[in-house]
Structure formats: structure tokens, C-alpha cells
């Protein structure tokens, strides 16, 4: 039933490393299993998107990676989702959701910077680490503004409340305070989901620039989207990995019936 | 196809449109009952209480001759028994609103307790005098006190805040609540750094509203054994021999607002009436002035909030 190639796509790339491997992966809500026995490898560095049909379970899966689901009653992980090069694996009983969330950023989907300055917004999760030097501060941010691409608009006020921000820039001050603490990993759930599409592209082009600094998984609803920005495409479908591959190969020639159907607009 | 009959439809319409300005009507009249009523109360204690009130009826102790009786050990002793009221009420309630909310697991035993809190603030007031001046009174050993009455009102109001706090800690979204803890903050660092500098607003309200609430509060008090008459005032707080001088005046006996209306408004002489009058207008104008200051704090604070 499931297609489980993952490593076809990562022999062709002898350079690449693996960040991440999800070895039998299972996730409930309560009794309903919403995901079902995963498997894949994760490329560090790259740009790996999560596609398929709403209710596929891409975002519960993604959420996996930083434990949300450990905020809320009732969730069971199983199997293992294990980071290199440490081997550690996340989902561990002794491994604290807290320590997984301070090695693996998150973007929503709906811009959520806090009812805060621009500045304490970025400086949010360098604090949350215990750092409150000024100066490390003020040097943290600006790079971290920069390397969102959000640093020329916002340098003049960023003590100024972050929601003066337009929508665009709001979601790109969201990848700065995640850029701030250097993660391994940032998930990006539907990003653009609620941009208009210059707000779209930008996030995009920065994205883009994030490749190779760190490893992002990126879940979309818009194909062409996954086509533009991603090196590694999963299409999951009612709770299962259907095929895991690289872009190119997944939308160029699909192996599984079932993705082909909904790369080419039969049903989704 | 025929052609629409468009006079049928403008009539029928009209018909219906009958029931709309008839509801309006009724909710008017409804809206009218509650307002003109509180209104009328307004203007007939302050026709005949307002040229009673002059500076000397703030600065006088109670009196045999109603025309040098004063409200001073009243407002004075309101004031202090909602300092011990505030001081107790607001710090339990508070963190006790934020553990529901944020610690504590959701189970048949939560469930419970939110149960009983919800049922609490329903509890009459004189129950909880029965119960303060066992516990408090009694037990305790505070006596008959500004701090057994403090702490009374302050059971009496901890459900609100209680609630208070939990309404305005969920209507945080829950996407702000994420983007911190993704951030790899411990419940602590997201309670302190956003959810109660968020919810601040909305605690304060249900704080302000429980307070006048509590300051118009007679039967508890009285059970515990507040003062009718009392021509004395409780040491200055902070003044006496420190450390435990300090705090005599939480030892001292006292009388409120309202209880030295109740006692004006048993006498039979018309001038006492008219003293009554005059108190109550200062106490309604107090539990005004604090929901007027709700309803600021909550515009103040709402402006820097958006999302």
C-alpha cells in the first residue's frame, strides 16, 4: 500500500546528509490515527514540501517536528523521528518538547508576531534562552532582520508595535524571530496562505535564500508552490506518504497513480 | 415564465417587516425598564441626598443629631476592608484562573472544579458571612475585624476574578499562545511574557466589577459582626509599633458604607432618611466611578492589543 522509497531521491545526491529520519511513524488524535506509519529522510539544508489534499495530515505532521501536539490533551506519537548528527530522537520520553523546540523554529500560517515591538518580537526566543544583553541583543536582531530580508523596511522603527507591519512584512518579522536563534530546522506551515502574491513571492525569494543555511520543511496547498521552492517533495494522502521524491521527478514523472491524479488536477 | 409579481413580493415584505419594528419596540421598552428604573433611584436619592452632602459629612463621625452625623469611619473603613479584600482576592484569583487555564490537566476533576466555581459566584452572600464567621471569626481568632470582613468579601468575589481570568486568558488566540511556545518557552516564561500582560485588560475588569460588587455588600459583614455606630477610627495603616504595631489595624473593629446607611435608614427621624439619601448617592457614585474605571482601563489597554 504505502510506497515507501525514500532514500531512491537521496542515492542520486552523494553529497547531501541527512538531517532528519522518520522511521515508523505514527500519530493519533484520541483514537483516530492520523498518520500512518511513516517513513522518509530528511536532506539538511535543503527545502523539503509536504503536498496533498486538506485532511491529508501534512500539517499534523509537520507539527510533529517541534511536539505541538504535546500543548494539547490526548495526542500519541510512535516511532521515532531522530536528528543527526546528535541521533537524538524527538520524540524520546526523556527528551523535553521544550529542548525539541529550541532546536527547530516554526512559521504559521497566519502571520503571529506578538502584541510587541518589531525589535522584541525578534529578540522574543533569544530571551526565552536566557540571553538579555543589549548589545548581543541588538546585534542578533539586526542579522536576523537581514537575513529575512526585513531589515531596510524596518530599521527606522523597531520599536514601533510589529502589527504596523503589513501582512508580508509581519510574516517575514515571524521568519526573523525564527532566524534569531539559529535553528536546525524551520517548519513552515502554509506561509503564504493568507499574502497577497507580492507578499507571496517575497516569502518565497527568502526562502530561497534560506537554502543550504537550514534544513525547511514547508507545507503547502499550492503546487506550484512546492515546484518553486522545494528541492524534495512528499505527497501525502489520507494519513499516508504516498511518494517522497525529488521535485523535479514527482512533478515531471510521478511513479504512484494516485499523486499523478493530484499533480495534475484530477481530484484535490 | 410569468412575470414577477413585484407588488405581491413589496407586500409581503412590508408584513414582514411588521415583526422587526415590533421587536424593536419591545427591546426598547425592555432596555427601558432596566435603565429608567436605575435612573429614577438616581435622581430621587440624589434630590434628596445631595444638598445633604457637604465636607463636614465626609469628615464627621456618625451622631445622635443628624445634622452633625458624617459617613468618615464608613468610607474610611470601606476603603480599608477592599485594601484587604483586593490584597487577597487578587493575587488567589489570578493564579488560580491562569493554573485552570494553562497547568492543569483537563479531566473529570478540573471539570469539576470549573463546576463549582461557576456555582460559587451564585452562592448568597450571607451564606459566606456564616461560613467567615466560623472560619475567620471564630476559628481563626481574627475577631470581628476589617481583615475577617476583607477576606470574607474576598471569598465572595474570588469566582469572578476567577472567571474573569479565565475568559480573558482564552480570548488570547490560540496562534500567539503557539508562536511563543514554538519559540521553546516554558509554560512560566509564556504565562509571564504574554498571557497575562494580554489578558491584563480583561483581568482588571472582573477585578473592578467584583470589586463594587463587594463594596456594596451589607449581610456578610454584618454577620460577622461589622460596627452600626462607631465614633473612631482604625489606626493609620503602617503607623504603631513596628513590625506588629504595624499592622493593628487590621485588628480593628469598623463600619461600611452600607451598613451605616442601613442603621440611617431604620430611624425614624425624616433627617436620618435624608442622611441615608445622601450615602447612598456616595456609595452608587463609588460603585459607578470603579465600573467607569473598568470600562477605561479595558479601552486602554484593548488599543495596544491586535491581532
Known amino acids: 500500500m504505502v510506497t515507501n522509497m525514500p532514500n531512491a531521491a537521496l542515492q542520486t545526491a552523494p553529497t547531501s546528509t541527512i538531517k532528519a529520519d522518520i522511521r515508523n511513524f505514527n500519530f493519533f488524535y484520541g483514537d483516530f490515527q492520523a498518520l500512518k506509519n511513516v517513513n522518509m529522510s530528511i536532506e539538511e539544508g535543503r527545502v523539503t514540501a509536504l503536498i496533498g489534499p486538506s485532511g491529508c495530515g501534512k500539517s499534523t505532521f509537520l507539527r510533529c517536528f517541534n511536539r505541538m501536539h504535546d500543548l494539547y490533551p490526548g495526542n500519541r506519537y510512535e516511532g521515532e523521528i531522530v536528528f543527526h548528527p546528535d541521533n537524538t530522537n524527538l520524540l524520546a520520553a526523556d527528551v523535553d518538547p521544550i529542548e525539541v523546540r529550541m532546536r527547530v523554529g516554526m512559521v504559521f500560517q497566519k502571520p503571529n508576531p506578538f502584541p510587541k515591538s518589531i525589535f522584541e518580537n525578534v529578540a522574543y526566543g533569544l530571551r526565552v534562552r536566557g540571553e538579555s544583553k543589549r548589545s548581543v541583543l541588538e546585534e542578533k536582531v539586526e542579522q536576523a532582520l537581514n537575513n529575512a530580508a526585513l531589515w531596510n523596511e524596518a530599521k527606522d522603527r523597531l520599536h514601533e508595535p510589529a502589527y504596523n507591519l503589513s501582512g508580508g512584512q509581519q510574516q517575514r518579522l515571524c521568519i526573523a524571530r525564527c532566524l534569531a536563534t539559529d535553528p536546525e530546522m524551520i517548519l513552515f506551515d502554509e506561509p503564504t496562505s493568507a499574502l497577497d502574491p507580492i507578499a507571496t513571492a517575497s516569502i518565497e525569494e527568502l526562502i530561497d535564500t534560506l537554502r543550504g543555511k537550514v534544513t525547511i520543511l514547508i507545507v503547502t496547498h499550492s503546487m506550484q508552490q512546492a515546484a518553486r521552492v522545494s528541492d524534495f517533495t512528499a505527497y501525502m494522502y489520507l494519513g499516508e506518504m504516498i511518494e517522497y521524491g525529488k521535485t523535479d521527478d514527482i512533478f515531471v514523472k510521478p511513479r504512484d497513480k494516485r499523486t499523478e491524479d493530484y499533480i495534475t488536477g484530477k481530484f484535490g | ?307
Not at chain 2, 458571612?129 to 470574607?152: D, E, P, R
Not at chain 2, 460588587?213 to 509599633?241: D, N, Q, Y
Request: aromatic share 10%; hydrophobic share 55%; glycine share 8%.
Open chain 2, 1 to 307: 415564465m410569468a412575470l414577477p409579481d413585484t407588488a405581491a413580493i413589496r407586500t409581503m415584505v412590508q408584513k414582514h417587516k411588521r415583526y422587526d419594528h415590533m421587536f424593536a419596540i419591545l427591546g426598547l421598552l425592555c432596555l427601558m425598564v432596566g435603565l429608567l428604573t436605575l435612573l429614577a433611584l438616581l435622581v430621587d436619592m440624589g434630590m434628596r441626598g445631595i444638598p445633604r452632602i457637604d465636607w463636614g459629612f465626609f469628615t464627621e463621625f456618625p451622631s445622635r443629631r443628624a445634622a452633625n452625623a458624617g459617613i468618615l469611619s464608613a468610607w474610611v473603613g470601606s476603603a480599608l476592608v477592599m485594601l484587604v479584600t483586593a490584597a487577597a482576592a487578587i493575587p488567589v484569583g489570578i493564579a488560580a484562573g491562569v493554573y485552570l487555564e494553562e497547568y492543569a490537566r483537563k479531566n473529570w476533576f478540573t471539570d469539576i472544579i470549573e463546576i463549582n466555581i461557576s456555582n460559587l459566584a451564585g452562592v448568597p452572600s450571607i451564606v459566606y458571612g456564616l461560613l467567615a464567621l466560623g472560619l475567620f471569626v471564630y476559628q481563626f481568632n481574627l475577631g470581628q475585624s476589617i481583615l475577617s470582613a476583607g477576606l470574607t468579601l474576598a471569598l465572595l468575589i474570588l469566582p469572578v476574578i476567577i472567571v474573569a481570568t479565565r475568559e480573558a486568558i482564552r480570548s488570547i488566540p490560540g496562534q500567539i499562545r503557539e508562536g511563543a511556545y514554538a519559540l521553546g518557552a516554558t509554560k512560566w516564561q509564556a504565562v509571564h511574557d504574554h498571557i497575562l500582560p494580554y489578558s491584563t485588560s480583561g483581568i482588571l475588569t472582573g477585578v473592578i466589577i467584583g470589586m463594587a460588587r463587594a463594596i456594596g455588600e451589607t449581610a456578610p459583614i454584618i454577620t460577622i459582626g461589622a460596627l452600626t455606630f462607631i465614633a473612631f477610627l482604625p489606626p493609620v495603616p503602617g503607623t504603631g509599633e513596628p513590625p506588629a504595631g504595624m499592622f493593628d489595624w487590621l485588628f480593628s473593629p469598623f463600619t461600611v458604607m452600607p451598613i451605616q446607611m442601613f442603621n440611617w435608614t431604620s430611624r425614624p427621624e425624616e433627617a436620618f432618611q435624608v442622611n441615608a439619601a445622601a450615602a447612598g448617592f456616595v456609595l452608587v457614585f463609588m460603585t459607578l466611578a470603579m465600573n467607569g474605571l473598568a470600562i477605561w482601563i479595558r479601552y486602554r489597554l484593548r488599543k495596544n492589543l491586535k491581532w
